[in-house]
């Protein structure tokens, strides 16, 4: 987006031409709404991730075969598990 608003800024066309303030503030908007997203949406992964790791050596119901991995019920939630023994 920077790189083709700067092609944008030395145009034969006059009603082409950007200034370089326009492309600074519209770059850093996007810049920081990008941020703030990405934010709200790995905090949930991250959490979920360090829930899993945490559910080690737990007992569970076991949903389908693990031969060696498979589906086990755990806590109200389904989770994809795999055993160190059939």
Wanted: charged residues 20%.
């Amino acid at each position: 987006m920077i790189l083709g608003s700067v092609m944008l800024i030395d145009s034969p066309l006059p009603d082409m031409r950007i200034p370089l303030t326009t492309i600074i503030l519209t770059a850093s908007a996007v810049a920081a709404f990008f941020m703030f997203v990405s934010a709200r949406c790995a905090r949930p992964v991250v959490q979920d991730h360090h829930r899993a790791r945490g559910a080690r050596r737990r007992v569970g119901v076991v949903r389908s075969s693990l031969a060696p991995r498979g589906q086990i019920f755990l806590h109200g939630e389904l989770w994809n598990a795999e055993s160190e023994m059939p």
